[in-house]
Nanobody
């Protein structure tokens, strides 16, 4: 069973920055794509960003494009999400997700492992 552990959430004022990290126990981490999703209060989980196996390709939801950056360190089995220019509407629980395919995907059902989530709260 793969374990994904997120860290880095917290409370920040609008316009501020946070960096989320996710550590994977999968020993073949470097072969597979990873993603970040989020769930705001009263809403369903939505796609935020995804990165392919090498880190050479990334994809973002329109709502975060230009503000968020996903990256990975295959030597450390970690994936990160740098979030800048945060807005109150970015408030949500953020989840790291992994899939057993090398290529990126935006669909939640394409991911087979999930972290427990980390809370991000942006105050206005």
């Amino acid at each position: 069973q793969v374990q994904l552990v997120e860290s880095g959430g917290g409370l920040v004022q609008a316009g501020g920055s946070l960096r989320l990290s996710c550590s994977s126990s999968r020993h073949t981490f470097s072969r597979y794509a990873m993603g970040w999703f989020r769930q705001a209060p009263g809403k369903g989980r939505e796609f935020v960003a995804t990165i392919n196996w090498s880190g050479g390709s990334t994809d973002y939801a329109d709502s975060v494009k230009g503000r968020f950056t996903i990256s990975r360190d295959n030597a450390k089995n970690t994936v990160s999400l740098q979030m800048n220019s945060l807005k109150p509407e970015d408030t949500a629980v953020y989840y790291c997700a992994g899939r057993r395919v090398a290529f990126m995907n935006r669909m939640e059902y394409e991911y087979d492992s999930w972290g427990q989530g980390t809370q991000v709260t942006v105050s206005s």
